[in-house]
């Protein structure tokens, strides 16, 4: 077993570093991996320039093949571009890739050619419509009705929760072409400026704005946007949850860096005459962050290398989710802990420490063991048959 990069892998992150700290504007302190962020005032000006600079390097759906946008690399290339981006905390990792993988698996000919360059060159974003009021854990009670015309489909309906909605040009919407609860599901590319469609936006505990209710009133889908058989989704929704969850590693990798930042903080900071980092309880705790964010590296690694020989990600990618979503809780609540009195304060205040970035990750967190998948859903997939082989519960 070897457990290194090879040679042209590290001086390919090496490239990568390079490019963010040119790319990145100095002193950058850093944004969630996903789309929440950009929500703020100038940061999706910021990150849409992001993504078409990693376009322009081709690393955006880097492993797919070269007709389609991609370059055709290795699955670790592709590792170590979102490694670096989520410990950067760049603007510019979305929704689009996982959607685009899930067209090069599913998709024709012509949709691969029709999607995935735009995607490849950091042009096209995408939101997923999957949860409703009463299908989140339940996905498979998606109610959002599709009906079958001459010229195309027709969708009446909700979906809630969609990041990014407001800014997409497409979405992956699931939704019912039959009565069958698992065997009735389809799946649409949706031009998400279509006559008919109307959003909500939602403000999350961060005071961000990043994802609605969308509203789908007689919205006209042409065939050709079907992705998949029709009442074949329960396929793409198996694929699409194993690549949601591994929203788990980002994390895990963005949140490395706090805890870098966080131990340069006890070493620097005075308290009755004694820095922070001498203090055995903080010593501790930070250590056992330290033991849990190599833990979901190498978690990661393992996870990478099923995928890269064909194998079932399922239950690793699902213990991915759980470790990520639960540590970074755990650092924002030490992280507050430790600035004591600043860990609250806004990122204007003249008194913030680290920037403010330890309170933004308390409360962004605390999503963190619902967006993708809950925790309890990731533990049932983890007990399951393709990890513990329980029985189905109750
Ligand atoms: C920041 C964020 C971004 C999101 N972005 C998107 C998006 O882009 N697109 C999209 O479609 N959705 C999105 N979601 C929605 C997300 O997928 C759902 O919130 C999630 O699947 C849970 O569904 P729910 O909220 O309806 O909770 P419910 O399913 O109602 O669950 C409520 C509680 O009951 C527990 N529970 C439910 N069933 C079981 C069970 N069988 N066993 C044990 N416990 C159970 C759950 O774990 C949870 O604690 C996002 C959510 C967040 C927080």
Redesign the pocket.
Same mark, same amino acid.
């Given at each position: 077993m070897e457990f290194r990069y090879t040679a042209e892998e590290e001086a390919f992150r090496k490239e990568v570093r390079d490019f963010l700290d040119r790319e990145l504007p100095p002193g950058w302190l850093g944004i969630d991996p996903g789309p929440?962020e950009e929500y703020k005032p100038g940061m999706f000006e910021m990150a849409s320039r992001m993504r078409r600079r990693l376009g322009e390097k081709g690393w955006i759906g880097i492993t797919w093949p070269k007709e389609y946008g991609g370059q055709g690399a290795s699955v670790w290339k592709q590792v170590i571009v979102l490694q670096e981006l989520a410990y950067r905390g760049s603007p510019g990792c979305d929704a689009a890739v996982a959607q685009g993988d899930l067209i090069l698996r599913f998709g024709t000919e012509e949709q691969k050619k029709r999607f995935l360059p735009p995607i490849a060159r950091g042009e096209m974003k995408w939101? +997923?419509?999957?949860?409703e009021p009463n299908a989140?854990?339940?996905t498979f009670n998606v109610q959002l009705k599709a009906v079958e015309e001459a010229d195309g489909y027709v969708l009446n309906g909700q979906?809630i929760?969609?990041?990014d909605a407001q800014r997409a040009h497409y979405g992956m919407v699931y939704a019912r072409t039959d009565a069958n609860k698992h065997m009735g599901l389809s799946v649409f590319m949706v031009d998400m400026k279509s006559p008919g469609i109307t959003m909500r936006p939602i403000v999350?505990t961060t005071g961000v704005a990043a994802?609605c209710e969308v509203f789908f009133d007689n919205v006209k889908v042409p065939k050709e946007n079907l992705l998949g058989k029709k009442n074949g989704g329960i396929e793409l929704l198996m694929f699409a949850f194993g690549a949601e969850r591994t929203y788990g590693l980002f994390v895990i990798h963005n949140s490395k860096r706090y805890l870098e930042q966080l131990v340069q903080y006890c070493r620097e900071t005075i308290v009755d005459g004694q820095p922070l980092a001498k203090n055995p309880l903080i010593r501790s705790r930070l250590a056992q962050l330290a033991i849990d964010i190599e833990v979901g590296i190498n978690m990661g690694h393992e996870m990478s290398w099923l995928a890269a020989s064909g194998q079932s990600t399922v239950a690793k990618s699902s213990q991915i989710k759980v470790h990520g979503g639960l540590l970074s809780q755990r650092l924002g609540n030490l992280g507050q802990q430790i600035l004591g009195l600043y860990g609250p304060l806004d990122e204007e205040s003249k008194w913030v420490a680290l920037g403010g970035r330890i309170k933004h990750v308390y409360l962004s967190s605390l999503?963190f063991t +619902?967006?993708?998948?809950?925790?309890?859903?990731s533990k049932?997939h983890i007990a399951g048959r393709e990890g513990l082989g329980l029985p189905k519960?109750l």
């Open positions: 929440e939101t +997923i419509g999957m949860s989140g854990t339940d979906k929760w969609s990041s999350q994802f999503s +619902i967006a993708g998948g809950t925790t309890e859903t049932n519960q």
